[in-house]
């Protein structure tokens, strides 16, 4: 299968997964709402170009916010984290490995640690500024900070249950 197509599956498996199976779950405790939705960002090809990255998250988060009716909440921060993700990147990898290495970020391709890290420093950013656009204010810190959190862990455990149970097919990337 062709890395658009798969990648166009995904869009659309990620939204409905979101709207139809995880939006309808009551909130968990006031502190912890999941969402997956954004893993699509996180597992787009390496070698994407930076600005089609920031149309696709844009477009990605638009879908979800049409599905939801709260325009804009999802859209900015998939673009936030779409803008944050290439200097992760480049900081968590060298740039030779990446060259060389497998065609998507996941645990086969970086390793557990640098994986971790990079879904969980783009989790916490995402989740803060969503959290954060949610309120367009700070009211009790305690609470922001604990929603960030809790949002954040629960996410973070779904991504890891994904990248165990979805078996991606980590090719390596071709050389010519």
């Known amino acids: 299968m062709s890395s658009l197509l798969k990648n166009i599956i995904r869009f659309v498996v990620f ?11 009551p909130p968990l405790h006031q502190y912890l709402v999941p969402y997956l939705y954004f ?21 990605f988060g638009l879908c979800l916010d049409y599905f939801t009716g709260t325009y804009g909440l999802h859209a900015a ?15 968590l990898l060298p740039q030779e490995t990446m060259e060389q290495s497998y065609i998507e970020p996941g645990h086969k391709s970086m390793g557990w ?13 995402h ?25 954040t862990a629960i996410s973070l455990l779904m991504i890891f249950l994904a990248e165990l149970l979805f078996n991606r097919n980590s090719r390596y990337r071709a050389t010519n």
Do not use: D, M
């Open 113 to 125: 640690a640098p994986y971790a890290l990079y879904a969980g420093i783009l989790s916490f950013v």
């Open 127 to 151: 989740h803060f500024y969503l959290v954060l656009i949610e309120w367009l204010q700070f009211g009790n810190f305690v609470y922001f900070l604990g929603k960030v959190a809790g949002t």
């Open 39 to 59: 893993l699509f960002i996180l597992w787009l090809p390496f070698n994407i170009n930076h600005f089609w990255l920031l149309v696709i998250s844009f477009v």
């Open 77 to 91: 921060p998939c673009v936030l984290i779409a803008y944050i993700r290439p200097y992760l990147l480049n900081l």
């Open 15 to 25: 939204i409905l997964f979101q709207v139809y199976i995880l939006n309808q779950v």
